[in-house]
């Protein structure tokens, strides 16, 4: 139930985060956008580096096991310590860079958001 879950946070946060990226982050200051771009470049390096860090437990065919990959499900390791490895595997960790790149897109554009509203009450 966790994995599709977290697939649809995935793929909600990939469409806002690019929403967010090409509408409403431009209107951002020069600074808080490169802050925004180390970050989410940080994090995407991180989340592609340590896969193995971002896991949690999980059941699979074989009994318990580990689940590699936040937001995507990127592999399966149980108990025994046989991987699930597949065709799947790069470009799911792909997808996570991507998801973890725009996080940053989506926090400065809702911030922005939040910004203009606030200057229009004043």
């Known amino acids: 139930m966790l994995v599709p879950l977290l697939a649809a946070l995935g793929l909600i946060g990939i469409v806002a985060g690019a929403l967010a990226w090409r509408y409403a982050a431009p209107r951002a200051g020069r600074a808080a956008k490169g802050v925004a771009y180390a970050v989410g470049a940080a994090l995407a390096l991180g989340s592609w580096l340590a896969r193995e860090s971002l896991a949690?437990?999980?059941v699979?065919?074989?009994?318990?096991g580990t689940v590699i990959g936040v937001?995507?499900?990127v592999a399966f390791v149980d108990a025994s310590g046989k991987g699930g490895i597949s065709l799947l595997t790069a470009p799911l960790a792909?997808?996570?860079?991507?998801?973890w790149f725009l996080l940053p897109q989506l926090v400065l554009a809702l911030y922005g958001i939040l910004r203009s509203k606030e200057e229009a009450r004043i």
């Open 94 to 99: 792909l997808l996570n860079a991507v998801f």
């Open 56 to 58: 949690y437990a999980g």
């Open 71 to 73: 937001p995507f499900f």
């Open 60 to 64: 699979g065919p074989n009994g318990p």
